[in-house]
């Protein structure tokens, strides 16, 4: 009997001697990202292939198909389309502008902002009025305002060190400077293009005429920053300068697209999601590379590493491929609207949408009593040079998911150049460097596992909160 006791215990002992602690997971997820990852692979194929994917585009159904492909390749327990009506806007031939002054044109690079209508036949030809913010034409008043070309020349705050922060203050700029300045009988309006950058890339971007009925709308463009500052001085010398400027964009009726989905399912709670994901969709511009390609193939390759990795799931695990967050966000409501009406329990949401740069932490929306939680795993990624641990915002596609049960989280990389590509013809695979985005695609899969693992409660009994 002593001699049968004695063997069991050293059978725990050796089971327990090579349990695997959460540093092991981690180190053999970072591993496995870095020497045998896909998501470059596979952002190769949707840049260079494929190509940008405005909602509603041929690309953007290419993609769809593509990655329902590749995530059926994993091996998933479940891959599946979930159809979503998604707006159709074409940008239609190349813009073109220039300014006017002293007989001398000067030619300008601009592009349509989304969701814009185009300039009569024949172009837009006006005088500019330059302001800072759509907020001073009020001051101004319709008779300074009617018939001019209003140039809002706001740039991104250079002194924030984050640069979302500095891109949220002039967002508003780009999506209501049109809708504002048709209030006061503008006739087009010209928006700085938000980067961080000087260069001679428009930046395109969603914007909104509101209720505005469709015979009072009046085109939109963005200018780069290089010929903003152009612009800017060529006003000082000559207050009565004309802008010229032609774009032949269109709105269709909405299309039929879809969300990707792909499910781990759960081996203890089966009915409980955690989701992992990025949008489909980009701007036409370039090939969506880090807006958001980046997003999709981490979220592809977070499943994929954990199947690589040996974890099996106690929850079950999504990635899911937003379709339109771009120009509308109807991937992400219907993602939301679906859950709700089958009364699917989410207890995690984790987005990529900042693009393929070095990873720095995560924002959580969540209680205090659970940040308090995540900030014990922080030690864990201190190794890789993971430190941002705070709470803020998510991601847009995840949101409508946000409820008092569920914990959002948003991974964070580097921004200082992100706003350099966002929205531009620069935005590019070239411009997205291999190992930051697979060390990206590894940072995800880390804290998936440990909220697996560990669960979102934070309080199981009243006991202990009496205590």
């Known amino acids: 009997m002593k001699a049968k006791l004695l063997f069991i215990f050293f059978c725990v002992t050796i089971c327990f001697g090579h349990a695997q602690t959460d540093e092991d997971v981690l180190a053999t997820v970072y591993k496995t990202s870095l020497t045998n990852g896909k998501s470059y692979e596979w952002l190769d194929y949707l840049s260079n292939t494929i190509g940008g994917r405005l909602s509603g585009s041929t690309n953007a159904e290419l ?152 015979n009072q709308r009046i085109p939109s463009a963005a200018i780069s920053t290089n010929d903003a500052v152009k612009l800017s001085e060529a006003l000082k010398v000559n207050k009565n300068l004309e802008f010229y400027f032609e774009q032949s964009c269109q709105q269709f009726d909405d299309v039929q697209s879809y969300n990707v989905i792909g499910e781990i399912t759960g081996s203890e709670f089966p009915n409980e999601f955690i989701i992992v994901g990025g949008h489909l969709d980009s701007w036409d511009l370039g090939d969506g590379a880090h807006d958001d390609g980046a997003g999709v193939v981490q979220s592809m390759d977070v499943i994929r590493l954990l199947k690589e990795s040996g974890i099996k799931p106690k929850r079950s695990i999504r990635v899911v491929l937003f379709m339109n967050e771009e120009n509308g966000l109807r991937g992400g409501r219907k993602y939301a609207e679906v859950a709700k009406e089958k009364n699917e329990k989410h207890v995690f949401a984790l987005e990529s949408d900042s693009g393929g740069f070095t990873p720095r932490g995560f924002s959580f929306d969540c209680s205090d009593l659970m940040f308090s939680k995540v900030e014990g795993w922080r030690p864990l990624f201190k190794p890789y040079l993971i430190h941002y641990f705070e709470k803020g915002g998510s991601g847009a596609d995840i949101g409508p998911l946000k409820n008092d049960d569920i914990v959002l989280a948003g991974l964070r990389p580097d921004s200082q150049r992100y706003f350099d590509h966002h929205h531009a013809a620069n935005d590019t695979f070239e411009h997205v460097n291999k190992r930051e985005l697979e060390l990206g695609a590894a940072t995800m899969t880390s804290l998936v596992f440990l909220v697996d693992k560990y669960g979102t409660e934070t309080i199981t009994n009243t006991k202990e909160i009496k205590d």
């Open 63 to 214: 993609a769809v198909q593509y990655t329902k492909k590749e995530l059926e390749k994993l091996e998933l327990d479940k891959v599946w389309l979930q159809p979503v009506m998604v707006p159709k806007w074409v940008r239609g031939e190349k813009e073109m502008a220039y300014f006017e002054t002293l007989g001398a044109l000067t030619k300008v690079n601009i592009c349509a902002l989304g969701g814009s209508v185009a300039t009569p036949s024949g172009g837009v030809k006006a005088e500019v009025l330059e302001v800072s913010t759509y907020k001073d034409l009020e001051e101004l008043g319709e008779a300074k305002v009617k018939g001019k070309i209003v140039f809002i020349n706001r740039a991104l705050q250079p002194e924030l060190i984050n640069t979302f922060q500095a891109y949220g203050g002039c967002s508003t700029e780009r999506y209501r400077g049109a809708a504002e300045a048709a209030k006061y009988g503008a006739v087009g309006t010209i928006v700085r293009s938000l980067s961080s950058r000087q260069d001679d890339y428009p930046h395109t971007g969603s914007m909104s005429y509101g209720e505005l009925p469709v």
